[in-house]
């Protein structure tokens, strides 16, 4: 972790003119004077503010030009030590909160004055004083990575934590993700972890705290709120719902998608409603069936990712196809057309690939509805050419399930009967 | 065109032990007495049932098991002979409707009792005689083809169709197309065609006529009505709104997307409401901007298919893009996560891409929203590499322009200034 994170050009030369450091306590005279913490940069667009949290809680920027004088109170040390203790209240119960990294984690570091992206409970006592009348919380980290970044190894690494607290005296578990694959991790764990004991709920944000918008803090409180109350087994994922403050929602870990790049109701579940509302005093329920379809616990930690998502148009090449035979792929996930079609141009290499043993789902790039190919003809030359329709299930999450299912099969049958059974609301029905 | 197209097993050996084939008009004794014409099947589920248009219009669905008797009254030809002369209006204007394939022509056929899916102006105002007080309609048959079959090759031969009647007395054009690739035909429409001087419709149809929910009739009435009132150069799609029979609309041909793989209002505008609602005495504008961005008609219709669009995941294998430029790809889209993003397994090869000189661009797996990738490190890693953001443009339409960007540029700098060119108002501003 730099002294200096995310400061570039003008605004780090200025620091380190200065002698002030990320974390650091200062004085800074403008038109105004203004006392706080000095803010790491996560999100940056240029390279002439700097950003302080105040005392109040709030984060401003603040260009480097017109600053007149800044004066270094305290040093970063200091700061760590003098973070409040957690006071245990033993009528709540305890919620453990993992972090994995992405917007939400830098945000709790924006507001608390930490220099790192990791979540400390201290730090996150300070940063949400409202967390701790909801629950006793554990933190811990994972690791910390922006979630482009995550492979299906990180998938595992949660499960396997996951797997380590099934016995706990948790009420349910948190984990703090970033926003952009948080649905594919959704989908891993809701496979991997099927039946386990107690509410898991993955939480995002979706705007850093250098904005006012900012959903980070609210997210949050929701998510502990919701595997506190809601009593439900299952992996869900826990975001605003629109562009106001006034309601969270828990998607299906299997069902929910994200469908815009930076509206704080950016996920969205699928085919339906949210599973449950989380409002501030209660929780509504949405959700008719179990989310898990087996009542024990069996953890299935493993996966193989020779999966590939190929999205059908017009002009793909068939030669793509033969790419991963000779890659040593073992299923496919097609993202088909309309009810679940690929062009006649795919025909004869799909042949092949069904004759060298491998898996070939059908999904539709529609996103909503579902894959029905005995309707045309297009649909039912495919059926006889092997492809499997998957119904409903969103293709993010056949991608997942398919490598989750090649993982802990032993064959190709078992493989496809994993595929075809609704094992965690990823089918709608 | 088989003379029993669609029929398989128990109900095609019924047919041919009958003597009976798709448009002979039959009588059918089974609990009741039936008078109608045999209607061939696009959209079959199960060989045990004849599916026969009765006078009133209707078709029903007759079990082969339980027809006591089946005589022939007329054969096919007769009935062809006897379709109604069209009469022309002279008050009204000229609308030029082609057609490609698709459910829609197949719909006609259903309701005419013509045994090809290609349409004629006979048969299509026996089957919609509203449509002949709208307008004097022209018809030609371009193809006939479901649309996950057409190839880039096939956006041209309509795209030179169209450009053969620029200077037509015709007040529209309305084209009849299949679902599943309509909006990536519109598309290439909007490039190749820029500054058309009259209206194109690109109309579909989600359910064949052997349901009573079938939206085709209205969707092509209002088709016509809106490139005869509209008013509006650019290229649309028009189709229902909503589960009602109350509203189409017309949605901007870069920008709209089959979000549906069954529902009659499947096609949605991305990012904003649809240009046109089309009620049934007036048209709604909602269009604030002009839809081509330059005035002349300057037909481009080249094209280049060696792009790809690549979608981004957790386990993706940056190999592919290795394949692609062993392949001779020129350019590639990115599909990428949230903001624009794709994990940093990709950077090496991607830098590769770069220096083979290739176009990449990205859009967003989100659908909504607008890609920025200057706000996280991950996005400005990507610019660094060379990667370019393509702002709001959907990635479907990103494929077709980038085809289409190719096929009529001498340079990659050209290719690159026309991608980032708002030509169609694939850029929403």
Redesign the interface.
Known sequence: MSEYRGYTGTSLTFLKKSNVKVGDSVKITEDLTYLGILMPR??H?DDKHIVLKLKSGYNIGIEVNKIKKIELLASEKIETKSSPQIKINSSLPKVLLLSTGGTIASKIDYRTGAVTPALSAAELNSAVPELAEIANIDTEVIFSE???????N??KKIAEKLDSYAKSDYKGIVIGHG???MH??AAFLSFALAGYPIPIALVGSQRSSDRPSSDAALNLMSAVRFVVKSNNRGVFVVMHHNESDDLVVGHIGTRVR??????RS?FQTIGGNPAFLIFDKQIEKNLEKEFFKQKEYVPKLNFD?N???V?????S?P??IN?LLE?GYKAIIF???????????MYEVIKKAKESGIFMGMT?????????M?????GRDLLELGIIPLSDMIS?TA??KA?WALGNSKSLVEMKNLMLKNIASEYSD
């Not at 922006?146 to 299906?152: K, T």
């Not at 993202?335 to 141009?345: A, F, N, Q, W, Y």
């Not at 005995?374 to 297009?378: I, M, P």
């Open positions: 996560y999100e667009t922006y979630s482009e970044n995550l492979e299906p990180h998938w926003t952009d694959t594919y991790t994200k469908n815009h790049t930076s509206k950016a990712s999966v590939a998502l999205k059908y148009y017009p002009g090449n030669k793509i790419f890659s993202e088909g057309t309309g009810l679940g079609h690929v062009g006649k141009i539709s790039q529609c996103i909503d509805g579902r894959v029905a005995n309707v045309y003809e297009s993010e991608l997942v490598m």
